[in-house]
């Protein structure tokens, strides 16, 4: 029996594929062109926008639908708790189905969140992507995607629907927890290093929300963009850019919000042009959960399914998620009627079936792998999320060195924070998300409190607790009784922060959008009654967004600040206010001062920043990339002379870090540009390189940064990306505000407009000096 050319593994995959569609027929092309999302909720408290609305008519007859074959299987996981040996049992044995339904025996691709973790019960919950950031550590990230991609191998699933590369432009928007910060320089070398980790384990990365869904009015999510032509060419975009070029993503989410009145599903410039024939991408893009119909539902650009339909897929849309709806029997009828090219269903099905056969399941001997034992919270995996979340604390400040406690002091541990495992968590941990819609199921994995961890951390200290008050609930009640725990203390940490939850159900999260910055519910007034007793308050935030402080600045014994750290967060915690772990996180968005005044991050221009012509300072209390240390640094023999060069040139910036203190440490060095004179407005200081090294004490290592003019290229009046000729600053900094060295460059020769090979990373090179 002769094997089909599209069976053959040994004939290029363009032409299997060109093979297989020319033998399919219109309804069995368009089948691989949607999911099926069997299980999901049809009440109000789903996990997607209008969830209750998009679902409440779309059940499918499974057994007649898989006859055209399958595009993508949704969530078989992460829908509702499933041992995950079971559950892996299940997905083999419906792809079997699909696989025997169809004259082809193509199998679905099965797609699963996995944000901060594989959202499946019993898997590893790590820490979000903004404490990701805080980490300034890509390897790190890097070795923990990779864990997950292995995880989601093990049990059948193909795709990942992460990262995120949202860009925080407000840093209200409930979704700045899924970010790694307000800089795209960080967005984008964190972000292409979870790609790579990923995709190393054969795992399709899916960059989201592509492009501009930080940017929406008023920090309310779904809403317009008002990002000007710059701003979403330098700040938003950037970040995909790296990712796709420099980590490998084979699929892209089309963002639910719209630019300029252009829904980003139905934009063929952002889609296609851009994506596609600028930048080369070859995978697959993919709908955000019910995007395509939002044309007609939410954003009103199409009057019928069909008109949607038409749009997202002349736009670039390959794939409808999470189920069929509006890709199924009316599309297809609407093709055969001619209201709806053909060509498009074959644009997309090619690009689907390009990726199934990179993923081995257009092979003839392709059979489902059923593991025989499934560990999704492995000691491995802990100690990743260990290490990542003690890398992501950050001290922001220690004024009197109250940190690290003494051993066998007596500590009031107050508020609603402190005794809560789900503190933890972001909105897209499967106890989070998927959990709280089924009581009395157990979290399935161990998540310490800080409470438990400090009483671990501390055996020979006297440890009392008071809640205090709700996290969001207006109930003073319980702050009589904390002061008085607080009182009998030596010190009291005060464990404050945010409930994770999805449209409104939290107070950060998906849908969880807030007016200003101040702490949720009654806990300021609950921190206010703490600091009047006189007794030393640490304050430890568990957000996932920065809030206002100053209110509380120079009151305060210490600040400790940790984004949504992950199962292990509660030791890690407990090990930086013990001294067992030394602080070396850094903010990946600045503190605020006060609670109004935004939007607002660091990347200003001078009319953004505080001036004269306005009463409001926007000045942050904790600048970007701020974070302090039990040891100290310093930053010595810069090698660094004012020179000029080209606007094709590089050059070399050294530096040697050397811990003075008396026990090992990390110290970021961060390096800025400063244009002082530019054809455009540009922001005053931009992250364009950093480095992070351990250092023992006394131990020391020199840091080369090589810049290349094309980190200074901007976009232009004309809408050109350019490197312009003229004076430019390099700045060594400890944060965005904390400058320690400053090289003055003088660029000459012509205005360049970098190639689409352009440079986009500073390469680093770290040589040990010294071991101490």
């Not at 060509?343 to 199934?356: F, G, H, M």
């Not at 004269?612 to 010595?636: C, I, K, M, Q």
Request: hydrophobic residues 40%.
């Amino acid at each position: 029996m002769t094997t089909a050319p599209w069976r053959d593994p040994a004939l290029p995959a363009a032409a299997r594929v060109d093979d297989l569609l020319s033998r399919m027929t219109l309804e069995e092309k368009t089948a691989q062109l949607y999911g099926v999302w069997v299980g999901a909720a049809t009440d109000g408290d789903g996990v997607a926008p209008h969830q209750h609305d998009m679902t409440a008519d779309s059940a499918v007859d499974w057994d007649e639908l898989i006859t055209g074959g399958l595009g993508q299987l949704t969530r078989p996981f992460g829908t509702a708790p499933v041992d995950p040996a079971l559950g892996a049992r299940a997905l083999a044995g419906a792809q079997r189905r699909i696989a025997a339904a169809g004259r082809f025996g193509i199998p679905a691709v099965a797609h699963e969140e996995c944000l901060a973790g594989f959202t499946a019960w019993r898997a590893t919950a790590y820490p979000v992507p903004l404490a990701w950031g805080a980490a300034f550590d890509p390897s790190l990230v890097e070795e923990m995607a990779r864990h997950i991609g292995r995880d989601l191998r093990a049990v059948g699933v193909h795709q990942g629907l992460a990262p995120v590369l949202d860009v925080v432009r407000d840093p209200r928007w409930g979704r700045v927890e899924e970010t790694i910060g307000e800089d795209p320089y960080l967005v984008g070398t964190v972000g292409a290093a979870y790609v790579r980790g990923l995709e190393s384990a054969g795992v399709v990365a899916t960059l989201k929300h592509f492009a501009g869904y930080a940017s929406s009015a008023g920090a309310r999510n779904l809403a317009p963009v008002r990002a000007g032509t710059r701003e979403f060419a330098d700040v938003t975009l950037p970040p995909f850019e790296m990712a796709l070029r420099e980590g490998g993503a084979r699929s892209v989410m089309a963002a639910y919000t719209e630019r300029d009145g252009v829904p980003a599903s139905a934009d063929p410039e952002l889609l296609t042009r851009l994506l596609r024939e600028e930048w080369g991408f070859t995978g697959t893009v993919v709908a955000d959960y019910f995007g395509i119909g939002f044309l007609q539902t939410l954003h009103r650009v199409a009057g019928t399914p069909v008109q949607a339909a038409r749009l997202a897929l002349e736009a670039g849309i390959d794939v409808e998620l999470p189920t069929v709806k509006y890709y199924g029997d009316a599309l297809i009828a609407a093709v055969r009627a001619g209201e709806v090219p053909e060509e498009l269903i074959d644009r997309s099905a090619r690009r689907v079936l390009l990726q199934k056969c990179e993923l081995g399941l257009l092979d003839e001997d392709w059979q489902p792998e059923v593991p025989e034992r499934v560990d999704l919270d492995s000691a491995a995996n802990r100690a990743v999320a260990r290490r990542l979340a003690e890398e992501s604390v950050v001290l922001l400040d220690n004024p009197d060195g109250l940190l690290p406690l003494s051993p066998d002091t007596r500590i009031a541990v107050v508020g609603p924070r402190a005794a809560d495992a789900l503190a933890m968590l972001g909105c897209y941990s499967f106890p989070s998300h998927v959990l709280t819609h089924h009581p009395g199921t157990e979290l399935g994995i161990e998540i310490p409190t800080v409470l438990e961890s400090l009483r671990a951390e501390l055996p020979d200290a006297k440890v009392t607790f008071a809640e205090g008050c709700p996290v969001s609930d207006p109930d003073t009640t319980g702050i009589e009784e904390a002061v008085a725990r607080a009182a009998e203390a030596d010190v009291c940490v005060a464990v404050l922060g945010d409930r994770a939850g999805l449209f409104g159900r939290g107070t950060s999260g998906e849908g969880c959008d807030v007016a200003d910055l101040r702490l949720p519910g009654v806990q300021g007034a609950l921190l206010d009654a703490l600091v009047a007793t006189g007794v030393p308050v640490v304050l430890v935030l568990l957000t996932g967004r920065p809030y206002a402080l100053g209110r509380w600045h120079g009151r305060l014994g210490a600040v400790v600040q940790a984004f949504f750290p992950g199962e292990e967060g509660g030791p890690a915690v407990a090990g930086v206010l013990s001294g067992r772990v030394n602080p070396s996180g850094r903010l990946p968005v600045s503190v605020p001062r006060v609670t109004g005044g935004q939007p607002w991050t660091y990347l200003q221009p001078p009319l953004g920043l505080a001036g004269e012509v306005s009463n409001l300072d926007p000045t942050p209390l904790y600048p970007f990339g701020h974070g302090r240390s039990y040891t100290t640094f310093a930053w010595e023999d810069v090698d660094g002379p004012e020179t000029a060069l080209g606007t094709d040139g590089s050059y070399d910036l050294s530096l040697t870090v050397r811990n003075t203190g008396d026990r090992a440490g990390a110290d970021v060095v961060q390096l800025y540009l400063h244009d002082p004179v530019a054809g455009v407005t540009r922001p005053d200081v931009r992250l364009i390189g950093y480095q992070r090294l351990e250092l023992p004490a006394g131990g020391s290592a020199r840091v080369t940064f090589r810049f290349h003019t094309d980190l200074s290229a901007f976009t232009d009046r004309a809408g050109r990306r350019v490197v312009e000729p003229g004076d430019l600053e390099l700045r060594l900094g400890a944060s965005s505000a904390d400058v320690r060295h400053t090289v003055r460059l003088s660029l000459t020769g012509p205005v360049r407009e970098p190639g689409p090979d352009r440079r986009l990373r500073c390469e680093t090179r770290v040589s040990e000096q010294g071991r101490g």
